[in-house]
């Protein structure tokens, strides 16, 4: 039986049997029978990790650890709200957050960028923070919704997420559209930011 620990560009944890390419953390959300309860997040410090590092081994969900969450590639943990984690993924957080300071300002510390995040992932009422935007302005990398499901953004096509994989492309919508990634993450991928993505994504 799959356990609830993979998480879709909607920033939902659901269980799905699929393995991601990335594991994510954002505190310890399971009991110890392993199952999730109503909280999406124990912390503001929601990062995204590599799947191997330093020969590390963990075992998924143990008592009073945090919740190993799983993301499809990059591209869904950036949709989710998550950032690179510093240590494991150093390149890619040194990126992140250099853009982040040359975009939005200087950040005293990684614990300040996430507050800054936080408050543009999540609403008052802990829903999904989303936001309208031209789909001919939205760099490669962001997801939107499209026919009501998340597609992700390509230069000129959109891919249809599964948490197994991207289906199909169609051609990008013009217009309006709702964006899923977060608008300083946007930012970032307009400003250079290149996200990994799944392989069948093109």
Not at 141 to 165: C, K, N, S
Not at 176 to 193: E, F, N, S
């Amino acid at each position: 039986m799959a356990l609830q620990n993979r998480v879709l560009p909607s920033g939902d944890i659901v269980a799905h049997p699929a393995r991601g390419t990335l594991m994510g953390n954002r505190g310890i959300l399971h009991d110890a029978q392993r199952r999730l309860g109503t909280a999406s997040w124990r912390h503001p410090h929601w990062i995204y990790c590599r799947l191997h590092f330093k020969d590390r081994h963990r075992q998924v969900m143990q008592p009073g650890a945090y919740t190993e969450l799983f993301f499809l590639d990059e591209s869904v943990a950036l949709a989710a709200g998550h950032r690179p984690c510093a240590e494991c993924n150093r390149p890619a957080y040194t990126r992140f957050r250099a853009l982040w300071e040359q975009v939005h300002g200087p950040t005293a510390s990684a614990a300040d960028l996430d507050r800054a995040l936080h408050r543009a992932r999540v609403t008052r009422t802990r829903q999904q923070m989303r936001h309208e935007s031209d789909a001919a302005t939205l760099p490669a990398g962001t997801f939107i919704l499209h026919e009501g499901q998340p597609h992700l953004v390509a230069d000129r096509q959109i891919y249809h997420y599964t948490p197994d994989g991207y289906r199909p492309e169609a051609t990008k919508p013009t217009g309006p559209v709702t964006v899923l990634t977060p608008r300083p993450t946007v930012a970032l991928l307009a400003a250079g930011y290149w996200p990994v993505m799944h392989p069948n994504a093109g």
